[in-house]
């Protein structure tokens, strides 16, 4: 078929289609997401970096695993995985015999609560994110060991309950599923019927891709406003998809890009110190310009969404408080603590959104459409 017969955003239209048939994505940007990460995968040495895609559920069949054995009709080299060891995929990456399109259902089995840390998988994941990623390893035996670098780079697909470590969420284009209401309906998936149809866009992909390839090749595609940083990278080849195929693709990915990427802020918590400096700003000192501990220890260990009142059992307390905003500096570069504050008669110690306040602005998510607590008149400073 030559490849200027293949109009690249109609094929992606099918893609999509194809998508829709079997999966009920949250959202419309999930369906164009999903399109564009597909079609990635065909180009993947065309990119400097390369988004995981990850299907997440609170509860089972919300149609995660469905979404990966649609992914895996679609893309090159599919190799399925559950509990697969850091050591067994790498060595697939690395072999030689085609760069694999890893497709791992499960991965809360790997890094859910009970799963331990599973450093190395992680190590493996991260590093894969980037072209240049490698994994090293000694080979050999007893004192005839030499260390090796095994190419990481592959394209992955990962579909589990609960999240993921944050360093690979932030790599992620993520797709909160969630189980299919009695009105939503989805075309049954026979593999021996339907695995010949998505296996026929599979390689219509590849030969559009090897069009495209020339187009994309160091493209940099213009980013939506505000989608900077880590999901600009995550971004940047999806884009450069959807600019290669025209048509309403680039629209619509940029639309899909803002929506994800909000979404995904929207659900991100951050470390336990970016919460922590979060509900200060937003539940517990908004419009005050300073506090006492003790009434700060009250208004979080109050709340009723929140991690304060069971730390590992027991409710956040003045040495943990003091011990975690220690973390963090000031305007004037010093670790935030606590300081004296008149409360009539008596001077208690608290906290001041003046030494907060600029790690909030560079910690925080922005706030819901209220503004940083305001800076207290320095004159009335104790």
Known sequence: MSTESIDGAELLNEVEQFHRRF????????????????????????????PRLAFLSPEPGSGKTRALEIAETLVPQPMTAV???????????????????????????????????????????NAGHRRTGVTYRCIGDGGQQSVVAFPSYCAVAVAGLGSLPDTILSRSVIIRMRRRAR????????????EAEGHKLRDRLATWAEHARGIVMGAWPEMPEDVTDRPADVWEPLLAVADAAGGDWPERARAACVTLVTASRANDKG???????????????????????????????????APWADLNGKPLDNRRLSKML?????????????????????????????????AWQRYCPPPPESPLPPLPDPENTV
């Open 83 to 125: 509990n697969a060891s850091a050591a067994a995929l790498f060595r697939s990456v690395s072999s030689g015999e085609g760069k694999p399109t890893i497709l791992f259902d499960e991965i809360d089995t790997v890094f859910g609560p009970k799963a331990g840390d599973n450093e190395e998988l992680r190590g493996f994941l």
């Open 326 to 358: 220690a973390e963090y500096m000031s305007a004037d570069n010093e670790p935030i603590t606590s300081r004296n504050i008149k409360t009539g008669a008596s001077v208690l110690k608290g906290y001041y959104a003046a030494d907060l306040h600029d």
């Open 271 to 305: 470390s336990i110190g970016v919460r922590l400096l979060t509900d200060l700003r937003d539940h517990v000192m908004t419009g005050i310009d300073r506090l006492p501990t003790v009434a700060i220890l009250d208004r979080l260990n109050s709340m009723d969404d």
């Open 23 to 50: 999966n009920v994505f949250p959202q419309e940007a999930a369906y164009v997401a999903v399109a564009l990460w597909d079609a990635h995968a065909h180009l993947l040495d065309c990119f400097d970096s390369t």
């Open 183 to 194: 009105n939503e309906h989805v075309e049954p998936f026979r593999a021996r019927v339907h």
